[in-house]
């Protein structure tokens, strides 16, 4: 987080910023099978922002106007506008995957999709004002996705599992684009005939800035890379919970942008 003195003198150097404490995201995921190589995942979330301060939205602004903002001076820390929450139905994900290659060893697959606009974007301020839509559970655009992945061996006990994906989107609410990004995973799991499976993982993130108004957001974009190790538990031969922990080990962000402290997952799946 920003502290409000922070806050005050990004205002004073004519930086309009605002920042959220924390993010938790519930999903549902339905999967099914097309055919013998093909099959289409559905992914619904529910999001809730917290948190929220800002020294740039139609309060802060009012107040500032009256009582303009000096560096290192913090008299004016009740001009930064907080908001509790803004939780919602977020955006759904539609996404396809179709084997293309398996010799029973390796298999690649291609992988494709959408995000739908399905989530809410009309959360307001704690002071009356919309919020913008990169804090709204849901974005108002249409994303498209694509891209290739990996499952093999690398030995008899150890699993190897990597994908690259490439997603670009439509503007969305209040004339918001989110920058294009790339995503890697490579993810390897031991002994994973196992009940209980060790797993370790490496994820990276690379967005362009966003786009709002037309005019690029300076303090937005960045390359993002995460350790994540976890383990999944198996119940029995339909049902397994999953957790791990995601830490940032490389972070450079555009901007004045507040480096991620970690994210953390857990989750529970069955097979009908």
Known sequence: IFTDHQMIDFKAQGEDVHMHSSEDAYFLSFGFPVNEDMDVNLMLQYNNFKGFKDNGDANANACFDSTPAVVGDPSTA??????????????????????????GDNQWASVFGLILPTGKITNKTDGGEILGTHNQPGSGAITFQGGVAY????????????????????????????????????????????AIVPVIELNGIFFDRDIENDEIKRNSGGDVVYL??????????????????SYPVYQELSGISNDEKY?????????F
């Open 78 to 103: 009740s001009c930064i506008s907080p908001t509790a929450e803004s939780p919602g139905v977020g955006d759904l994900l539609v996404t396809g995957r179709y084997r293309f290659f398996n010799d």
């Open 151 to 194: 499952s093999g061996h690398l030995t008899k006990k150890v699993a190897i599992d990597a994908g690259v994906i490439y997603r670009f989107g439509t503007q969305g609410a209040k004339q918001f684009r989110p920058g294009n990004s790339w995503q890697f995973d490579v993810a390897a799991s031991f002994a994973h005939h196992s």
């Open 228 to 245: 994540s190790p976890g383990i999944n538990f198996k119940i029995n031969e339909k049902q397994g919970v999953y957790a791990n922990v």
């Open 263 to 271: 994210r953390w997952s857990l989750g529970w799946s069955t097979a």
